[in-house]
């Protein structure tokens, strides 16, 4: 039995549009009406750092620890529609968008959206989330995961009912909604994160550069092979797709 945190697990809540836009008058263009209802609506049901670039046809996922932050603070003044955290959020997936966003914002688009996300090696994915709630700050916290090792957590996320401390999601089913193929055009690999920059700094024609937000601390990954065989097993879904994905040799 793991003593563990509270359930965090994207994608796992549907929402609706069961009550409508905010509709006020704006004697400004069409566009600015549309904003500001998507953004209300967003940030009342609890959704969390999709970049939307009206202008260059782009929309930016955020797969959770994945470095995503660094991106937002470097390029949200530059998105028409940027969703920053409230107390509620969570990461929007790729089927919700398509399901529920995309009508809106394509009409808005000069060109159907070129779709972006990060995908990291899934055991070092899954380190992260270990070390992340094992902060000091955490220390004494339901969340925290100071108390476990490394091959514990990984065997408790592994587990079925995955306990709460270890239920954080998976990239696999963040990028493909439960599909068989990923609802994401571009998934640029994590260790390729310099040629992703360069790509959006064309793209967007915005020259910048990353810095360090949201960093786990350093900690003990190690993990058996027993643990580690079973965890490149358990996550086969998500290494088809990283090993596919762009930035790969």
């Known amino acids: ?63 959770p620890k994945t470095g995503s932050t660094a991106y937002h603070q470097a390029l949200g003044h530059k998105a028409e529609m940027f969703f920053s955290k409230s107390n509620q959020v969570k990461h929007i997936t790729p089927k919700r968008f398509n399901e529920t966003f995309r009508p809106f914002v394509s009409t808005l688009m000069p060109e159907p959206p070129t779709t972006v996300a990060v995908i990291r090696d899934p055991i070092e994915w899954l380190g992260s989330w270990y070390r992340y709630r094992s902060r000091n700050d955490m220390r004494g916290h339901p969340n925290s995961t100071a108390h476990l090792s490394f091959d514990d957590f990984a065997n408790a996320y592994m587990s079925e009912p995955q306990p ?68 490149k097993s358990y996550f086969q879904a998500d290494y088809d797709l990283y090993e596919n994905a762009i930035g790969a040799p």
């Not at 998507?38 to 969390?48: A, D, F, P, Q, V």
């Open 164 to 231: 709460d401390c270890a239920n954080v999601g998976s990239q696999a089913l963040f990028l493909t909604g439960g599909e068989t193929a990923p609802l994401v055009e571009q998934i640029w690999r994590y260790d390729a994160l310099n040629d992703l920059t360069l790509f959006l700094s064309l793209r967007l024609q915005h020259e910048f550069h990353l810095n360090p937000w949201n960093v786990s601390p350093t900690g003990d990954t190690t993990l058996s092979p027993k643990t580690e065989r079973a965890l």
């Open 1 to 63: 039995m793991f003593a563990c945190c509270s359930p965090f697990a994207y994608g796992t809540k549907k929402g609706t549009l069961q009550d409508k836009f905010y509709k006020p008058t704006f004697d400004q263009d069409p566009f600015e009406k549309v904003n500001f209802s998507l953004e209300h609506y967003l940030n009342r049901k609890g959704t969390h750092k999709m970049m939307i670039f009206i202008e260059k046809s782009l929309v930016f996922f955020a797969t």
